[in-house]
């Protein structure tokens, strides 16, 4: 199975997309890229989602290629079972090594699940590696920042502390994200300085970029800015 998907994904190379990848994920080696689209990599996940044998597939860990973590990320995507799903997942994340894998895949089982999801994702946030880290988060970010919002969630995220470029940018990504869905409750972090310093700054940043922050709000987020001494 996996050496007939391979043989697809490379009749589908486009090799102008695959240099651009090899300059937005650094974390990947080039010779592992392909260079396929995301939409004939989401077409292809819908075709072997329940194709016999796919489960080979899926067993395969690790993949050799960038376009087959893709291709896997996106089948687990679209799995109705939510133990099934979380299983694979559980399988498939401590091989995940880049920020396009890790959050391209957004399980769609999940928001049915979203009580019985916030155990595993505590465990994904205290696992010390990258991207677990970095899907822990981002997952409270998609599916806890509405109507099931808690104080809790964010001081989840306010308490990690890494070294790691892709955990403290999805911090900000998340905290940037809570101030233009819960801007009350979340300001207080920012005012109080829970976040490093270079987090702290980039999720104000982000937060003034975007279109949800109002302008009066972007103002005064600017004044909370940490400058260098």
């Known amino acids: 199975m996996t050496d007939k998907i391979r043989k697809e994904l490379f009749s589908l190379q486009d090799l ?12 990947v080696k080039p010779e ?10 989401r077409r292809m996940a819908k075709e072997l989602a329940g194709r016999e ?9 690790p993949h050799r290629y960038f376009d087959e973590n893709q291709l ?15 299983a694979a997942l559980e399988r498939f994340l401590p091989y995940v ?10 399980p769609k089982v ?21 991207y677990i880290i970095r899907f822990g988060i981002g997952m409270l970010m998609e599916h806890y920042l509405g109507e099931d919002f808690d104080i809790a969630y964010p001081e989840m995220v306010a308490k990690i502390r890494s070294e790691e470029y892709y955990v403290n940018m999805m911090t900000a990504w998340y905290f940037a994200t809570a101030l233009a ?30 279109y949800r922050i109002t302008p009066e709000q972007k103002e005064y987020l600017k004044t909370l800015k940490i400058r260098s001494k």
């Not at 102008?16 to 974390?27: A, D, G, L, S």
Request: charged share 30%; net charge positive.
């Open 16 to 27: 102008k997309y695959r240099e651009m990848q090899v300059k937005i994920i650094p974390t």
């Open 53 to 61: 044998g796919i489960d080979a597939f899926l067993n395969d860990l």
């Open 97 to 106: 090594d880049n920020w396009a894998t890790c959050d391209q895949m957004s």
């Open 181 to 210: 869905k819960q801007y009350d409750a979340v300001l207080p972090f920012i005012e109080n300085r829970r976040l490093d310093t270079w987090t702290h700054n980039k999720a104000i940043r982000k937060a003034i970029e975007s």
């Open 72 to 86: 896997h990320a996106f089948i687990l995507s679209g799995m109705k079972d939510y133990a099934e799903c979380l």
């Open 110 to 130: 999940f928001r049915k699940h979203r009580t019985e999801l916030l155990q595993p994702i505590k465990k994904w946030i205290a696992s010390g590696e990258t």
């Open 32 to 41: 592992s890229i392909i260079g396929v689209r995301t939409p004939e990599l």
